[in-house]
Structures are given as structure tokens and as C-alpha cells.
């Protein structure tokens, strides 16, 4: 069904452009940024279910992390709000790292979605990584921030902040992102203050395999 929805509204744009309709077109927009936003959620929960059954195969292959984090950021521009950017800094461009990429995608995707979710229109959200023994990636907001009683409860499955509540969302994501980045022999922290905005700093190793 949802695909069904997600052609019409590209059908809808397509012959908007015959008779061209401004409020058409946002509106078609509109219906494909949803469509995408429940597609997420659908593949968080099927996401979630392989995690708990066990049944993710982890595939390793050797890739540029710096081209693959700059893929990741080009792919958020449908989703930025009106004058949000992205300002993305790699310390070393050149470093080769032997990971799942699949699932570094799911686990960087789920945090720089959420700094655009919670950040206001004409904002800036700060993406930084350098290496040393390890990866080390930043993504700083100037959003809403988690509440400091929320803080201990962040990665806890399902589990929302009192300010997040009005947000579309599922509670599921961090749970997720936290457990693959800890499989990978990872860490993942943050800092945050409500109304100032959030931090979270991922650490991982350059090569790993799964035990």
C-alpha cells in the first residue's frame, strides 16, 4: 500500500507539471516525505525483530568511511526543514575501514535523523570524524536537547523524552543503534541540555569482526 500511495504522489507531481499548482505540489511532497517517514518506522520494527531473533548477518567489506559518511549527509537534504544545513568537517578523508556498511548506514542515519527532527528551521547540525587507532564521529545539534531526568532512559527501548512526545517517532532507533555499535566492539555517548541541543560522540574501530 504504501508504495501504491508513493507512485500516486509521483504520478500527482508529474501531471502537476502540465497545469502547475504550487499548493499541489507541496501537498505531493508532503505525501512522499510521510510515506518515506512510515517506511522507517516499518523497517526499525523489522529491523528490530532480525536484531532479537539473531537472524542479521553481518557482511564486511573495505570502504572509504569518509565517502560513505558524505553519502549518508547528501541523502538527508529531502528531509532538511527550510534553512537547515549541514556543516561536515572529515579530519582525515583517506582512511579505509572494514565494517558492515549496511549497518553503520542504519546506525548514522538513526542519529543524523534525529538532530534534523529535533532541530529548528534555520538551524546548522555539525558532523565531524577524525582517526587515530579508532573512528571517532561527532554530530552536535542546537535542538531541543533531552531532558536531564530522560538522559539515563535514552537508549532504553521505546522509551521517548517528556519533549519528544509530539515528534513522530517510535523510541526504537537508539536502542537499535546502541546495540549494533557495541556488537562492533564500539562506544556510543552524548551530552545534552534541554533547549541548547544535543551531542552524541560514536567511537568504533577501524576493522572488526563480529565474534
Same mark, same amino acid.
Given at each position: 500500500?504504501?508504495?501504491?500511495? $508513493? %507512485?500516486?504522489?509521483?504520478? *500527482?507531481? &508529474?501531471?502537476?507539471?502540465?497545469?502547475?499548482?504550487?499548493?499541489?505540489?507541496?501537498?505531493?511532497?508532503?505525501?512522499?516525505?510521510?510515506? #518515506?517517514?512510515?517506511?522507517? !518506522?516499518?523497517?526499525?520494527?523489522? @529491523?528490530?525483530?532480525?536484531? +532479537?531473533?539473531?537472524?542479521?548477518?553481518?557482511?564486511? %567489506?573495505? @570502504?572509504? $568511511?569518509?565517502?560513505?559518511?558524505?553519502?549518508?549527509?547528501?541523502?538527508?537534504?529531502?528531509?532538511?526543514?527550510?534553512?537547515?544545513?549541514?556543516?561536515?568537517?572529515?579530519?582525515?578523508?583517506?582512511?579505509?575501514? @572494514?565494517?558492515?556498511? =549496511?549497518?553503520?548506514?542504519?546506525? $548514522?542515519?538513526? *542519529?543524523?535523523?534525529?538532530?534534523?527532527?529535533?532541530?529548528?528551521?534555520? %538551524?546548522? /547540525?555539525? !558532523? +565531524?570524524?577524525?582517526? =587515530?587507532?579508532?573512528?571517532?564521529?561527532?554530530?552536535?545539534?542546537?535542538?531541543?536537547? /533531552?531532558?536531564?531526568?530522560?538522559?539515563?532512559?535514552?537508549?532504553?527501548?521505546?522509551?521517548?523524552?517528556?519533549?519528544? /512526545?509530539? @515528534?513522530?517517532?517510535?523510541?526504537?532507533?537508539?536502542? *537499535? !543503534?546502541?546495540?549494533?555499535?557495541?556488537?562492533?566492539?564500539?562506544?556510543?555517548?552524548?551530552?545534552? &541540555?534541554?533547549?541548547?541541543?544535543?551531542? $552524541?560522540?560514536? #567511537?568504533?574501530?577501524?576493522?572488526?569482526?563480529?565474534?
Amino acid at each position: 500500500p504504501l508504495s501504491g500511495v $508513493f %507512485s500516486s504522489a509521483i504520478l *500527482i507531481e &508529474k501531471y502537476n507539471k502540465e497545469h502547475p499548482n504550487q499548493k499541489i505540489k507541496e501537498h505531493a511532497l508532503k505525501i512522499k516525505k510521510l510515506v #518515506k517517514q512510515l517506511n522507517s !518506522v516499518l523497517d526499525d520494527f523489522l @529491523f528490530l525483530e532480525k536484531t +532479537e531473533n539473531r537472524k542479521i548477518d553481518y557482511n564486511y %567489506s573495505r @570502504f572509504l $568511511f569518509s565517502e560513505f559518511l558524505d553519502e549518508i549527509i547528501r541523502n538527508t537534504k529531502p528531509i532538511l526543514k527550510k534553512g537547515q544545513t549541514i556543516v561536515y568537517h572529515a579530519k582525515n578523508e583517506d582512511v579505509e575501514v @572494514f565494517l558492515d556498511r =549496511n549497518i553503520l548506514e542504519i546506525i $548514522f542515519r538513526n *542519529i543524523l535523523y534525529n538532530a534534523i527532527k529535533y532541530s529548528p528551521e534555520r %538551524s546548522a /547540525i555539525e !558532523v +565531524e570524524f577524525f582517526t =587515530n587507532s579508532y573512528i571517532k564521529i561527532t554530530i552536535k545539534d542546537y535542538g531541543i536537547g /533531552i531532558p536531564k531526568k530522560d538522559q539515563k532512559h535514552i537508549f532504553e527501548r521505546f522509551f521517548r523524552a517528556k519533549n519528544a /512526545i509530539h @515528534f513522530q517517532g517510535t523510541g526504537i532507533g537508539l536502542n *537499535i !543503534v546502541k546495540h549494533h555499535i557495541e556488537k562492533f566492539g564500539g562506544t556510543i555517548q552524548f551530552k545534552s &541540555k534541554e533547549n541548547i541541543g544535543t551531542t $552524541f560522540i560514536v #567511537k568504533l574501530p577501524l576493522r572488526t569482526h563480529l565474534n
